[in-house]
């Protein structure tokens, strides 16, 4: 079986960080940073439910606006994460428009900002002109979204300003013994997401999913144990994590590495060469050597370095070579 998760950079390593991750099985995705987006196609815009805004430099947010123009009409809300000062960044995007015709439009906005041990919420919606409509603060646990078949969690780093970097996790990994489909005599088919969603819900083993068998002439009627039991294969799930923008920093690196411990697929900021560590540091950034550290710490599976700045541009490899020359190194300690 594939994977559930279908990651791809949507401007690659030169360009506007944003991550745009699809589902294999259902009409949904989620995007990790805002920078350009205008190569995604509006039908990939509107199976975003959730944005996970890392900061609000422009280069990662300055996707708002189009995600904003393409969306006025959808019917399903969108969820927007980011740092502290995010609510008042929507808040003036929106105000920098005049909404006087868009009473009938359908859209919601709910801005999730995490500052600390806080989350606050605030909803803009389209049929008051995108008056903000705030709510009661709540605490939060590191824990953005906790969902039947998935989590998506966060830490706070330092980019001389609040950044967040971000976890997308799988819970577990249920896949289908094919074999034992054509030994049972059914055919694969929607029931199969039902039967997956019932378990990831903890529906009742004991509950009855009731489906045709293969000729069409009857039913097959069984509890979700004995089906779970005669067809799921369980597997530790996939895990996504993503890293820009932040000093390379004793506090940010054991944020990162709990992070991003045994990712599947690691996205981190390369900005500079080694080279040119004492700008970095400056910046606030990671070297692409460092990067690799980080990944290699994380014993991540596979590391995607990103990210890179323009200057390394007459030398496209530079930067993700460092990275990955480091990365392939046996495991070591942290270098301060």
């Known amino acids: 079986m594939g994977d559930t998760f279908l990651p791809r ?33 509006t039908r990939e815009l509107l199976k975003l439910t959730d944005v ?6 422009m280069d990662h ?81 590191g824990v953005l979204l906790d969902e039947p078949f998935l989590t998506v969690s966060a830490t706070i780093l330092d980019h001389r300003i609040p950044c967040l970097a971000f976890c997308l996790k799988e819970k577990n990994r249920l896949n289908i013994k094919p074999d034992r489909l054509e030994v049972m005599g059914v055919k694969s088919g929607p029931w199969l997401d039902d039967l997956k969603r019932m378990i990831r819900e903890k529906a009742p083993g004991t509950a009855r999913l009731e489906i045709p068998d293969e000729d069409g002439r009857g039913k097959k009627d069984l509890t979700i144990d004995e089906w779970r039991g005669a067809l799921v294969l369980e597997a530790e799930g996939q895990k996504i994590s993503y890293v820009v923008d932040c000093l390379y920093s004793p506090n940010n690196v054991e944020r990162i590495l709990s ?62 070579e460092e990275a990955m020359e480091e990365f392939a190194k046996s495991e070591g300690k942290v270098i301060s």
């Not at 996970?52 to 430099?57: G, I, K, L, N």
């Open 9 to 41: 950079l949507v401007n690659g390593p030169f360009g506007d960080p944003a991550l745009f991750v699809g589902f294999r099985y259902e009409r949904r995705a989620l995007l990790f940073d805002l920078g350009r987006i205008e190569s995604l196609s």
């Open 52 to 57: 996970f805004v890392s900061h609000t430099h």
């Open 259 to 320: 992070l991003a411990r045994n990712a599947d697929l690691f996205y981190c900021e390369a900005t500079f060469s080694e080279e040119d560590r004492t700008r970095a540091a400056d910046r606030y950034h990671l070297t692409a050597h460092q990067a690799g550290t980080l990944a290699r710490l994380a014993q991540a599976r596979n590391f995607i370095p990103f990210h890179f700045s323009p200057r390394y541009e007459s030398e496209p490899d530079r930067l993700w």
């Open 61 to 141: 947010f300055i996707g708002f606006d189009h995600l904003l123009r393409c969306s006025l009409n959808r019917e399903s809300e969108i969820r927007l994460f980011g740092p502290k000062g995010i609510i008042d960044n929507v808040k003036g995007k929106l105000a920098g428009y005049t909404w006087n015709l868009i009473q009938n439009y359908p859209l919601s906005i709910a801005v999730h900002e995490i500052d600390r041990e806080e989350q606050k919420t605030v909803r803009f919606h389209a049929a008051s002109g995108f008056q903000p409509e705030g709510e009661p603060p709540t605490p939060f646990n």
